[in-house]
Structure formats: C-alpha cells, structure tokens
C-alpha cells in the first residue's frame, strides 16, 4: 500500500532540516577531503563524487520508505533483523573487509556494506514491533523484558567482535530508549542502565587498546604522538576556529594533520572554518531533527509507530552525541560518524532510510488527525436542522 503524499501533510520542518544536513555535508566532505583526494587518489573530488553516488543511492530508499506506509514493514522486522545478523556473522568469514585492524565491513565485488549500520535500523523495527505487539505484558521481566535484552544482547556483542564498541552502544542505546519508555518496572530499567555503563567500563579494561585511548583521553599530551594525537588535533582546529572560523576551504588542520578529517572528525574542520558559530548552527539544526522526531513519536497513530520514530531518531541522536562529546574531547575517541555530514555509505544510506520511516509515520498521524478534527465537525444529512 502506497500512501498518497502532499507537501500539506509532510512534515516541512523536518524534511527542510534534513535536507539542509544532507547539502551542508556535501559542501565539508569536499571542503575535509579535497587535500587527502588530490594526495591519495589524484582527484580532489574522490571523496565528493562517491559521496553523490551514495546519496543518490539512498535517496532512492528515502523515496521507497517516504511512500510505503510504514505498518507495512511489521512482517519484514523479524526478517530484516535475522538478515543483519546473518551479514553480522559474513563479517567473520573471507567475504569480510578488515581496515586499520577493524573487520566490520562485508565486500561482495565492488560494493561493501557495514552491517552495524544495518543493525540500527533492524533493531529499532524488530523491537518497536514486539514491544507493542506484547505491550499488555510490559508488567513481565519474563516475557517482555528479558527476551528483548537477549537480542538486543546478541547484536551487541556481534559488533564488539570486530571491534565496534561505539555501534554497539548506539544499538544498546536505541534498545535501552525503547524499553524506557514502554517497560513498566523503572527500577529493572535503572539496573539495566548500571549494567550497561559498568560493562563498557569493563570492555575498556580488558582491552590494551581501548585502555590506552582512556588514558589519552585523560591526559592527550602525554600521548601525544600516540593515543592522544586525534583529539590533540581536533582541538588544535576547533581552537584555531574562534567564533567565526577561518572560512570555508581555509583549514589548515586538513592538510594530513587531523586523522579521518572527512568521517569522525569532520565536525573539527567545521569548527575550525565556520567557528563555534557554525558549529552552534549544525547542533541547532540536530536539535530540531530531534524535536521534530520526537513530536513525529508522540503524534504516532499507533504504539508501533511512536515506538518506531523514538527508536530510529534515538539511534540517530546518540551517534551525535558520541561523534561530537569524542571530537569535543568529552569521550574517548572511537571510530562513530556525524550522520548526513560525514563521509560514509553505510551510515548515510540507513540514516536516509530512517528519516523516510519517520516522515512517513508523520504523514499517517497529521492524516489521522485531520480525519478525526473533520469527522467532529461533519454532519449526515440526516442530521441536518430544517429551517
């Protein structure tokens, strides 16, 4: 079933917002990679140019979950979260991708996928559909909570294999979001958020790397050719920025400084050439991505679909708050895009996806709400008063 658009119904602050992410993005992948292109691939426009095919691509899966009502993707979730596990365990075989000691990519030919970008999308449809599916037994540790935790759990721990630890709290994230807000017993869901931080704790001891860049985060300049060095040099360009920048095109820090200035740290070469000030436009502009989400959530037509928009803009809200608390320096770097800005196929593709989800479970609650306002106000013929 397709639903019948109209530039009335859509959500115009959300989609404009959205919009405005996406073109800026294309003007700081190019701005961040023009230097690494034309010193690794010869072409200043490597990066901008695969960047455009990707968008295309996604705008494509944009327009697919815009149009296709979003009910009816509830026989699918159960699916799409078994194929993302499944391309979770390919990782693991010779069809996986290994980059800079990290195998999260799958690479079938030419085209590769990063399945722990998938599994946002998979897991926010699989748990919006279960919990309100099983919503009168959110009284149950048994039959609500723990079954969602075990798959929630099986996912995670999927991703920190390869290593992955930021993907992995993103998905805990959106998996912890949706029991909040739909589990009755607070107090299991307060333990449950005790558990999580003390197992990342855990999973930063037991590993000599993760260590390492926690201890760098502690002190930067006493690793500062080490573990220290990327956010040394992020702080370097959002310092060099001031209020104002020094103007789009003019980072210096671009120029082989600042590791992965075109994926993780773009957000620093924002800083740096459009000043705190740009960087105080991009987080308001994901501060209204978010409101809108959440207003899409509470104006849902259905526990499914508010459940949906909380789950999927969650996700998104939490990798950009971990993209920028790590380029800030208020977290440990690890490896986490700025969704819509960052340079990225995987994460730009599934992001697009989501923000079509939520736009769509907009559009069917401004309609339902304008059938019940008209509805109120309608009147049979037979009701008519005569004169």
């Not at 109120?376 to 037979?382: E, M, S």
Request: with cysteine; aromatic share 12%; charged share 15%.
């Amino acid at each position: 079933m397709r639903m019948k658009l109209s530039a009335a119904y859509i959500d115009q602050k959300l989609f404009f917002t959205f919009v405005v992410l996406m073109g800026f993005g294309f003007v700081m992948v190019f701005s961040a990679s023009s230097v690494g292109s034309l010193e690794h691939y010869h072409d200043k426009f490597h990066f901008l140019k695969l960047q455009l095919a990707w968008s295309a691509l996604g705008g494509l899966v944009f327009m697919f979950f815009l149009v296709t009502d979003y009910r009816l993707l509830r026989p699918y979730a159960t699916g799409a979260l078994l194929l993302t596990i499944g391309l979770l365990l390919l990782v693991y075989t010779p069809l996986g991708k290994t980059v800079k000691g990290a195998t999260r990519w799958v690479a079938f030919g030419g085209l590769q996928i990063q399945p722990a970008e998938m599994a946002k999308l998979a897991v926010a449809l699989f748990m919006a559909d279960r919990l309100s599916r099983n919503y009168r037994k959110r009284d149950s540790f048994k039959d609500y909570l723990l079954p969602n935790l075990v798959i929630v759990g099986i996912v995670c721990l999927l991703i920190l294999k390869q290593p992955n630890l930021s993907s992995a709290v993103i998905v805990g994230c959106i998996g912890f979001l949706l029991l909040l807000v739909s589990y009755s017993n607070l107090g299991h869901i307060g333990l449950l958020g005790m558990i999580g931080v003390a197992g990342i704790a855990a999973l930063i001891q037991l590993q000599p790397y993760r260590l390492r860049r926690f201890q760098a985060w502690l002190d930067p300049f006493g690793a500062q050719f080490g573990a220290g060095y990327h956010l040394i040099q992020s702080l370097i360009a959002l310092g060099s920025g001031g209020w104002l920048g020094v103007g789009i095109g003019q980072s210096h820090q671009k120029f082989l400084y600042l590791p992965e200035e075109h994926t993780d740290f773009i957000f620093s070469i924002i800083g740096e050439e459009l000043g705190f000030v740009g960087g105080a436009i991009v987080l308001t502009l994901f501060l209204v991505l978010a409101w809108r989400g959440l207003r899409t959530a509470l104006n849902a037509p259905d526990l499914y679909g508010m459940l949906l928009s909380l789950g999927l803009m969650g996700g998104i809200v939490a990798q950009v708050i971990l993209n920028i608390a790590v380029v800030i320096g208020l977290a440990p770097t690890t490896g986490v895009t700025l969704p819509f800005i960052s340079y990225g196929g995987s994460s730009l593709i599934f992001s697009m996806a989501s923000i079509g989800i939520i736009l769509n479970i907009s559009l069917a609650g401004e309609r339902e709400r304008l059938s019940k306002s008209m509805g109120k106000w309608a009147r049979r013929p037979d009701e008519e008063v005569e004169a």
